[in-house]
T-cell receptor
């Protein structure tokens, strides 16, 4: 069965600093997608970044980048130059065969 | 372009009652998925509808049901409510089946259900 584990329930970071959120997953599939979603307080969840498993190059979206280690089944999110607007719940998600599995989330607080 | 709209945003029910939640997807999106979000469990997949047919179902009891209309709007129903059903229920839409495309889902703000 597919599982997604986020071992850091809460994290904090100083504004302008860099923070890394961890995610591991378990699957026997070879083709899949990985995602990081962001859920700001009382706002809609939005997609932050996406990684295709067959691509070796790590995805990057402006200040957000991932470290995808397929063999280790690890998919961490790095946020550079953290901003107050980055305060949110972050969910790691795995998709394969019409199913999307989410982790339990990491609550990130950016401190001014 | 309007986003995903969920109604009602908040509601309070008592044990044993039933509840119906509504979701209007982004115009042109044919897939609607439902998730239950609780602090301890994160997001758990309930079901996905595409072209008025349930295409995928999570591991929830039969008290949880849904349907999709010809205009892609979807409703989910929970019967015989239990205290443990208190949660934020999220709806997400996509143009194609969630697992068939790039996987990007567009979420609504959710319906927060409290069961007393």
């Amino acid at each position: 069965a597919q599982t997604v584990t986020q071992s850091q329930p809460e994290m904090s970071v100083q504004e302008a600093e860099t923070v890394t959120l961890s995610c591991t997953y378990d699957t026997s599939e070879s083709n899949y997608y990985l995602f990081w979603y962001k859920q700001p307080p009382s706002r809609q969840m939005i997609l932050v970044i996406r990684q295709e498993a067959y691509k070796q190059q790590n995805a990057t979206e402006n200040r957000f980048s991932v470290n995808f280690q397929k063999a280790a089944k690890s998919f961490s999110l790095k946020i550079s130059d953290s901003q107050l607007g980055d305060t949110a719940m972050y969910f790691c998600a795995f998709m394969s065969a019409n199913n999307l599995f989410f982790g339990t989330g990491t609550r990130l607080t950016v401190i001014p | 372009k309007a986003g995903v709209t969920q109604t009602p945003r908040y509601l309070i029910k008592t044990r044993g009652q039933q509840v119906t939640l509504s979701c209007s997807p982004i115009s042109g999106h044919r897939s609607v998925s439902w998730y239950q979000q609780t602090p301890g469990q994160g997001l758990q997949f309930l079901f996905e509808y595409f072209s008025e047919t349930q295409r995928n179902k999570g591991n929830f009891p039969g008290r949880f049901s849904g349907r999709q209309f010809s205009n892609s709007r979807s409703e989910m129903n929970v019967s015989t409510l239990e205290l443990g059903d208190s949660a934020l229920y999220l709806c997400a839409s996509s143009m194609v089946l969630a697992g068939a495309g790039t996987g990007e889902l567009f979420f609504g703000e959710g319906s927060r259900l409290t069961v007393l």
